[in-house]
């Protein structure tokens, strides 16, 4: 696929998910919960969207840094460990949020449950050859 290809394939699902409130109603991800967070870029400074499946706890998302199993992080990941507030997207709802990676103790509990709810992830530890970071988005009030 190419970069113009990928960039129109994630404006088509995005309107979908604007339209079926944060989750999309055909293709491959048809019916999982998906933001779209935008995170300033580490290095660039420049705003950076990326679509993230989650789970919730407590009132807060919870996303994993998994970048579908891949041995490296994703892109996102090092963005928000510099720069932690961001915007979420769900559906048609727009949220400031504070993007926080979890410590250890609390990795493993919200990764089960991130598991539970989601259990295509439960592969990609095995998959990517590490420790898949989980990140807890919490709404600004």
Known sequence: MTNEDA???EEALIADLREHD???SQGPLAGHPIMVMYSTGAKSGHRRRALLTYSQDAGDFIVAGSAGG???DPAWLSNVRSKPNV?????????????TVVDEDEQK???DAHVAALP???DY???AGRIIPIVRITPKV
Do not use: C, D, I, Y
């Not at 559906?91 to 400031?96: D, P």
């Open 7 to 9: 960039g129109a394939w």
């Open 70 to 72: 891949s041995p490296k």
């Open 125 to 127: 530890p095995e998959k």
């Open 120 to 122: 295509w992830f439960a």
């Open 22 to 24: 944060g989750r999309p």
């Open 87 to 99: 915007t979420v997207e769900l559906g048609k709802r727009t949220v400031e949020a504070t993007a």
């Open 109 to 111: 509990r919200l990764w």
